[in-house]
């Protein structure tokens, strides 16, 4: 069964921290996905990676990096949180991208809110 | 221009009654389409993907695609109130990268 998980459901940071979000797949999926979900904006991009150590901006990748040192780890980082950060973060994985194999597999979510 | 458009609704329907989510792409490249569910709070689950034109059935849900018209569709049969949620329409294009595009999605629902 697929399976994504992630760190933590819930997570409340002090503006100026670092914050750390981890994302585990264990389907063996080369693309690992990093989005926020805001309400009236959908599903936006912040990261992508299709290989280990292979990272690729999304539409708003500002103040946000990533790590991918294994395959089936994908970390999300804030480097300084700010309240503009308070949202859902999704991670997602998918197989390599054929038609047919390509659908992507949600984890839980974590809610992080920054005062 | 949006990539998927999808109109938020909210969309009510009686139980028992067909309900009709329509999404529409501007990328004519596109090749996967991909119907999400997503209940308030938790994370979008796959319910139906389909990639040829035509009509594509599981269960009480059924995927419509018209790859002319760019448009793309979920019936949902004998509507339930756990059918309740937030429909996300998602397109990608493999030739371009494994970029999903999600609409903003579709609130249904289903009245007892």
């Known amino acids: 069964d697929v399976k994504v998980t992630q760190s933590s459901r819930y997570l409340v940071k002090r503006t100026g921290e670092k914050v750390f979000l981890e994302c585990v797949q264990d389907m063996d999926h080369e693309n690992m996905f990093w989005y926020r979900q805001d309400p009236g904006l959908g599903l936006r991009l912040i990261y992508f990676?299709?290989?280990?150590?292979?990272?690729e901006k999304g539409d708003i990748p500002e103040g946000y990096s990533v790590s991918r040192e294994k395959k089936e780890r994908f970390s999300l980082i804030l480097e300084s949180a700010s309240t503009n950060q308070t949202s859902m973060y999704l991670c997602a994985s998918s197989s390599e991208g054929l038609a047919g194999t390509d659908t992507q597999y949600f984890g839980p979510g974590t809610r992080l809110t920054v005062l | 221009q949006k990539e998927v458009e999808q109109n938020s609704g909210p969309l009510s329907v009686p139980e028992g009654a067909i309900a009709s989510l329509n999404c529409t792409y501007s990328?004519?490249?596109?090749?996967?389409f991909f119907w999400y569910r997503q209940y308030s709070g938790k994370s979008p689950e796959l319910i139906m993907s389909?990639?040829?034109?035509g009509d594509k059935e599981d269960g009480r849900f059924t995927a419509q695609l018209n790859k002319a018209s760019q448009y793309v569709s979920l019936l949902i049969r004998d509507s339930q109130p756990s059918d309740s949620a937030t429909y996300l329409c998602a397109v990608n294009n493999i030739g371009t990268g494994n970029q999903f595009y999600f609409g903003t999605g579709t609130s249904l629902t289903v009245i007892p």
């Open positions: 389909i990639y040829s034109n």
């Open positions: 990328d004519r490249g596109s090749q996967s």
């Open positions: 990676s299709y290989d280990v150590k292979m990272k």
